[in-house]
T-cell receptor
């Protein structure tokens, strides 16, 4: 059983650019959530995808968007990058339908916007 | 909306001493409660979870937590801390229905001194 993986590990972008972060869910999981963790803060929920549809969103603007693919891998896209987007981006996969849910986190992608 | 408070940003304990990390939550119904640990530059690892039933929950690495509904608390404890426990600890609350939005506290950074 493979865990949650994310790529790339680190990324440096310039303000105004666009970025795509990738996540591969744990085998058998059908749900992926994305979180933003700014320095010194707890993770903040961005959104969640279930069966390729967004089914929940936190307080993030529309320039944060995502995709989930049939193999349950996913992407987080951020347009028009701002300096405040610099953070650790975490994805977490889980299996909805068991009645209880546990989210398994990847190691994260560290995004720096200059 | 649910929220989580971790009143201690930074705690220092001696190796071998007992540990208690505090967590208070705000949520209208019975929540799902979690404790995660994050080592520097790493993702989050689930220590333990509470969904229902016995209010004293055992987790990995010798940790336990007790759910106290009357106090809206879910404090994490360990009887004897090891140097390898130095990390950041996050308490989190999840919705008990709907999509799996998890709200995290700001975290408590644990320092262990010899």
């Amino acid at each position: 059983e493979t865990g949650v993986t994310q790529s790339p590990t680190h990324l440096i972008k310039t303000r105004g650019q666009q970025v795509t972060l990738r996540c591969s869910s744990q085998s058998g999981h059908n749900t992926v959530s994305w979180y933003q963790q700014a320095l010194g803060q707890g993770p903040q929920f961005i959104f969640q995808y279930y069966r390729e549809e967004e089914n929940g969103r936190g307080n993030f603007p529309p320039r944060f968007s995502g995709l989930q693919f049939p193999n349950y891998s996913s992407e987080l896209n951020v347009n028009a990058l701002e300096l405040d987007d610099s953070a650790l981006y975490l994805c977490a996969s889980s299996l909805v339908g068991q009645g209880h849910y546990e989210q398994y986190f990847g190691p994260g992608t560290r995004l720096t916007v200059t | 909306a649910q929220s989580v408070t971790q009143p201690d940003i930074h705690i220092t304990v001696s190796e071998g001493a007992s540990l208690e990390l505090r967590c208070n939550y705000s949520y209208g119904a019975t929540p799902y409660l979690f404790w995660y640990v994050q080592s520097p530059g790493q993702g989050l690892q689930l220590l333990l979870k509470y969904f229902s039933g016995d209010t004293l929950v055992q987790g990995i690495k010798g940790f336990e937590a007790e759910f106290k509904r009357s106090q809206s608390s879910f404090n994490l404890r360990k009887p004897s801390v090891h140097w390898s426990d130095a990390a950041e600890y996050f308490c989190a609350v999840g919705l008990s229905g709907g999509y799996q939005k998890v709200t995290f506290g700001i975290g408590t950074k644990l320092q262990v001194i010899p």
